[in-house]
């Protein structure tokens, strides 16, 4: 009886370990905001180095900032010819839910991990702010 329950001991350790150091890595919430921080500077100025960086004939990614948990893109588009209160009224809409739709898809792991996105576009030729979009893991549950 005695060698049964070594052996149940003995088999029973491994788990009993693994499951001291899960806790042991667990971070508090402070901890976690405070390491998510670090991640989204770190992030932001690596993203930094490669800039400014041309995406398409109409925008630019010419800024990447960290603001606490938030990673914020700074864009530039070329509106040319319309005019910045034109592409606002017009471009909004389809311009959101793009954005949060790939964001959504293509930044997942920032995401689960309590990390925001927000993405600031601003026309080329005024430098005037046209949109302003601020996704996080709750805007991906409402697409």
């Given at each position: 009886?005695?060698?049964?329950?070594?052996?149940?001991?003995?088999?029973?350790?491994?788990?009993?370990?693994?499951?001291?150091?899960?806790?042991?890595?667990e971070l508090s919430?402070?901890?976690?905001?405070?390491?998510?921080?670090?991640?989204?500077?770190?992030?932001?100025?690596?993203?930094?180095?490669?800039?400014?960086?041309?995406?398409?004939?109409?925008?630019?990614?010419?800024?990447?900032?960290?603001?606490?948990?938030?990673?914020?893109?700074?864009?530039?588009?070329?509106?040319?010819p319309k005019s910045?209160?034109?592409v606002k009224k017009?471009?909004?809409?389809?311009?959101?839910?793009?954005?949060?739709?790939?964001?959504?898809?293509?930044?997942?792991?920032?995401?689960?991990?309590?990390?925001?996105?927000?993405?600031?576009?601003?026309?080329?030729?005024?430098?005037?702010?046209?949109?302003?979009?601020?996704?996080?893991?709750?805007?991906?549950?409402?697409?």
């Open positions: 009886m005695i060698k049964k329950l070594l052996i149940i001991f003995l088999f029973s350790l491994p788990v009993l370990a693994s499951d001291i150091k899960m806790q042991n890595r919430k402070n901890d976690m905001k405070s390491q998510n921080r670090k991640i989204v500077e770190l992030a932001a100025a690596e993203m930094s180095k490669s800039l400014p960086n041309v995406i398409d004939k109409y925008t630019k990614l010419v800024s990447v900032k960290a603001d606490k948990t938030t990673l914020v893109y700074i864009y530039e588009i070329n509106t040319t910045d209160e034109t017009e471009d909004h809409s389809r311009m959101k839910e793009a954005i949060t739709i790939g964001t959504c898809k293509n930044s997942k792991r920032f995401l689960e991990a309590d990390i925001s996105l927000r993405y600031i576009y601003k026309s080329a030729n005024s430098k005037a702010e046209l949109f302003q979009f601020n996704i996080n893991q709750e805007s991906c549950f409402k697409i």
